[in-house]
């Protein structure tokens, strides 16, 4: 419904009469949101943390992980999804390979910053008291690396529900779908909800991301 | 024939290299975009977060405005300033100038921050103003991180002009939108190599500018040059 055609109408930032009957489709959007990026990360998480762990122990490795990552990362998403969509379709699978792509980029780095940290004498006392390299790669190395590894989901986090606004041109989109359509209807309340809603989703994921880390790790202070 | 074939067809084609709907009208449309905003964005950006950083003042400001700047969706941005202030370049390139000013902000502040104390001493005690110890000792020490956030902006800023053909701007996303809208493939995908393309040129162009504005004594050093404060991705 386009409201514009009414040449003595002005749109105003909320109509709440729309707002209150279109509930459940903001909810909707919502929920789309929270379900594509919550694939993003726990994918790019799961595929960063082996990668960094063995790309840890290889220089050339890192290099080659980092420079293929890093490539991928440079490419805005609106060209991979433009170049998946002849193969993948109008589908999750195109929106989540960049999105994943990008994750991994961003935890991999933050892993390999959080074992480079580790102190040598720390390795020495592990290694002195007798544990196994798997032994010592999970309950030494890996939790000393936590905070560095939960700096990098929080940005992940972050990032992805900002990106997965775009993926509405391929009629995904979350809440990028209420801000396509109000882009298309000249209409400024889905807009502005889509835009708000996006925001105040970041803000309330990272903050939950920070207890998340002062309870995993309470040792180190949440930066 | 398959997609890659018709996608060479595409970019072989003369008709696709002329006119205002060619490669090189497009091109120029999606630089002057990204150009413009870029350069606005650091004449805001830059000088506020190199006072910031020299007097030490409002740090938790200047970190939190890249956190805060990566939490607004690029599109949004882009759709709210097409539909507040119409159709046109000044729209596209004032949500674009936006989002560019965080990175460089965040950036600039730890890059004068992160200057070792003895090094303002010692400039201090030969004698240097203020301005002459910013400009002449602190900035110089402070190119690497500086550029690094330029680099951040500038590619965030060549990605987000794509978005911009969605709200009828020109530039390399046209070929992407319009691809998309008429179900031309071989034009969506070749939008797409190009988009790409120009990403990565940017990054290797603003690579080796910043290596060539790195003074040599620094570069000696064999300090990191490729740190970036910020990760900041938003298109």
């Known amino acids: 419904m386009a409201a514009g055609v009414f040449l003595d109408y002005v749109d105003p ?6 707002l209150g009957s279109h509930v459940p489709l903001v909810l909707a959007t919502l929920w789309q949101h929270v379900e594509l990026t919550a694939v993003a990360v726990v994918a790019g998480l799961a595929i960063a943390l082996p990668l960094g762990v063995i790309a840890h122990r290889s220089g050339s490795l890192r290099l080659a992980v980092l420079l293929v990552f890093g490539v991928f990362y440079t490419i805005p998403s609106l060209a991979l999804f433009a170049a998946l969509v002849p193969y993948t379709g109008l589908s999750g699978t195109t929106a989540e390979i960049p999105l994943i792509g990008y994750n991994v980029l961003i935890l991999v780095r933050n892993v390999l910053v959080g074992l480079d940290e580790v102190p040598k004498d720390v390795l020495d006392a592990a290694d002195g008291m007798g544990y196994r390299p798997r032994a010592r790669l999970l309950r030494v190395e890996l939790p000393l690396a936590m905070p560095s590894i939960f700096a990098g989901l929080r940005v992940a986090i972050v990032s992805t529900i900002g990106l997965v606004t775009i993926t509405a041109i391929i009629g995904l989109g979350g809440l990028g779908a209420l801000i396509y359509k109000g882009l298309i209807e000249s209409f400024h309340t889905p807009l502005v909800v889509g835009l708000v809603l996006s925001i105040v989703l970041a803000v309330v994921a990272d903050l939950a991301a920070a207890a998340a880390q002062r309870l995993a790790v309470p040792w180190a202070r949440a930066a | 024939m398959s997609l890659l074939g018709l996608v060479w067809q595409w970019f072989m084609d003369p008709q696709h290299w ?27 950006a830059l000088p506020i977060g190199i006072a910031l950083g020299h007097y030490g003042k409002f740090g938790t400001v200047a970190i939190n405005i890249s956190n805060t700047g990566r939490a607004i969706p690029s599109f949004g941005l882009l759709v709210l300033a097409f539909q507040v202030f119409g159709l046109g370049d000044g729209p596209i390139i004032l949500a674009l100038t936006a989002l560019a000013i965080p ?18 001493d010692a400039a201090r005690g030969m004698g240097y103003r203020e301005l002459a110890q910013v400009l002449r000792v602190e900035l110089p020490l402070a190119v690497p991180l500086i550029m690094a956030g330029v680099r951040t902006s500038a590619l965030q800023v060549v990605a987000t002009a794509t978005l911009a053909a969605f709200v009828a701007g020109g530039g390399l996303g046209r070929y992407i939108v319009d691809g998309y809208a008429t179900q031309v493939y071989q034009e969506m995908v070749a939008g797409a190599i190009l988009v790409a393309g120009l990403a990565l040129a940017t990054e290797l162009v603003l690579a080796v500018l910043q290596r060539a504005l790195v003074p040599r004594g620094l570069r000696l050093l064999k300090a990191p040059t490729t740190r970036r404060a910020a990760v900041f991705k938003v298109a």
Not at chain 1, 13 to 18: H, P, S
Request: charged residues 20%; aromatic residues 8%; hydrophobic residues 45%.
């Open chain 1, 13 to 18: 930032w909320i109509n709440w009469d729309w």
């Open chain 2, 18 to 44: 002329q006119g205002s709907n060619g490669v090189p009208t497009r091109l120029v449309e999606h630089l002057h975009l990204s150009v413009e905003s870029v350069l606005i964005g650091a004449v805001i």
């Open chain 2, 103 to 120: 990175p460089m902000v965040t950036n600039s502040y730890v890059a004068l921050r992160e200057v070792d104390p003895d090094i303002k």
